[in-house]
């Protein structure tokens, strides 16, 4: 998937800024390629999991549909872990099949890293990221 490297910055911005809880948000793009990034409130507010309020994530959905774009990819972080799905990440990722899960890691703090994967299934596979 195309991604500038802006949106992967951001990504990593909004990582830190709620570490030491996840961090969560919603991209637009077309199909293959990311162009907008919105970062939503994580109301769990906890370190081991994320979720998205309703209204908000509506809200934003159309946002990115005026935009002319569709949803084409969900991210959050791990604060503490590597960049891969977890279980809780695979159960809740089958109400958007389609979409690329993006995952940022502080694992180490010094050298945050995206991946990003399609679950469908419960299978979990990469997602080449193409810096743009």
């Not at 990722?93 to 703090?109: C, K, M, Q, R, T």
């Not at 979990?124 to 193409?130: A, G, R």
């Amino acid at each position: 998937m195309k991604v500038p490297k802006a949106l992967l910055d951001e990504m990593i911005e909004h990582t830190r800024e709620d570490d030491p809880n996840e961090c969560c948000g919603l991209i637009g793009g077309v199909p293959g390629e990311a162009i907008t990034l919105h970062r939503m409130e994580n109301t769990a507010h906890s370190p081991l999991r994320y979720e998205m309020d309703s209204k908000e994530q509506l809200q934003v959905y159309k946002q990115i549909l005026e935009a002319g774009h569709d949803i084409v990819g969900i991210y959050h972080s791990h604060t503490r872990t590597a960049a891969y799905p977890s279980q809780t990440d695979i159960n809740l990722a089958s109400g958007w099949p389609d979409a690329v899960y993006f995952i940022v890691s502080l694992e180490n703090p010094d050298e945050p890293y995206v991946r990003a994967f399609h679950i469908r299934d419960g299978q979990v596979e990469d997602v080449d990221i193409q810096e743009t």
